[in-house]
């Protein structure tokens, strides 16, 4: 089955920083992947996608990159902001599959 | 997207109690899943619930420990049964919707602790 590693586990920014956020995948059939962001007590809120025919994909300060070739995507956020303190989950689903495979998450947090 | 609800949002139980989750969204879906979060961990998927069929659960679930309900289109309940404090844990409750890729969105969870 899919794995999905992400790194780092935790991150540290002074705030106005870019943040980047890896994470890579086994499976090469899998062709979406989502981020979500777990804010304390609550769920997972997606903030960005990126399906496997696109390169890179922008959403205001948060960009998202894959490269199908080397199985690997990453979440870059940019003049990071307190608020963005969270922890980021990366996911990847496989071709004809219902089922999201997690990475481990990674805890954020933007010093101000 | 979808707006989704769960009750209770937290609780705590007593060892060898059962609790039922409920999961309520103001759309009609297809799909819902249950997933279980342990302190400061992953999300792990327990099972799928589509209606007018059983649930499909994952590998370490079973339906005995985690009975689904799916009554109709925008509800179904997860029941933790016979509680023990490692079920303590946040379940999940998540619908997918849209076109291809069909996107997975969240309900703010229920927390769970056992004593």
């Known amino acids: 089955g899919e794995n999905v590693e992400q790194h780092p586990s935790t991150l540290s920014v002074q705030e106005g920083d870019s943040a980047v956020i890896k994470c890579t995948y086994s499976?090469?059939?899998?062709?979406?992947f989502p981020w979500y962001k777990q804010e304390l007590g609550k769920g997972p809120q997606l903030i960005i996608d990126?399906?496997?025919?696109?390169g890179e994909k922008k959403d205001q300060r948060i960009a998202v990159t894959l490269n199908k070739t080397a199985k690997h995507f990453s979440l870059h956020i940019t003049e990071t902001q307190p608020e963005d303190s969270a922890v980021y989950f990366c996911?990847?689903?496989?071709?004809?599959?219902?089922?999201?495979?997690f990475g481990k998450g990674t805890k954020l947090s933007v010093i101000p | 997207s979808a707006v989704i609800s769960q009750k209770p949002s937290r609780d705590i139980c007593q060892r060898g109690t059962s609790l039922t989750i409920q999961c309520q969204v103001d759309?009609?879906?297809?799909?819902m899943f249950w997933y279980r979060q342990q302190p400061g961990q992953s999300l792990t998927l327990i099972a799928t619930?589509?209606?007018?069929?059983?649930?499909?659960?994952e590998s370490g679930f079973v339906i005995d420990k985690f009975p689904i309900s799916r009554p109709n289109l925008t509800f179904s309940t997860l029941t933790v049964s016979n509680m023990s404090p490692e079920d303590s844990s946040i379940y999940l409750c998540?619908?997918?919707?849209?076109?291809?890729?069909?996107?997975?969105?969240f309900g703010p969870g229920t927390r769970l602790t056992v004593l």
């Open positions: 998540s619908v997918e919707v849209g076109g291809w890729p069909n996107v997975q969105f």
């Open positions: 499976d090469s059939a899998s062709n979406y």
């Open positions: 990126i399906r496997s025919n696109v």
């Open positions: 996911a990847a689903k496989g071709a004809g599959s219902y089922q999201l495979t």
């Open positions: 759309s009609q879906v297809t799909m």
């Open positions: 619930a589509n209606q007018g069929s059983e649930a499909t659960y």
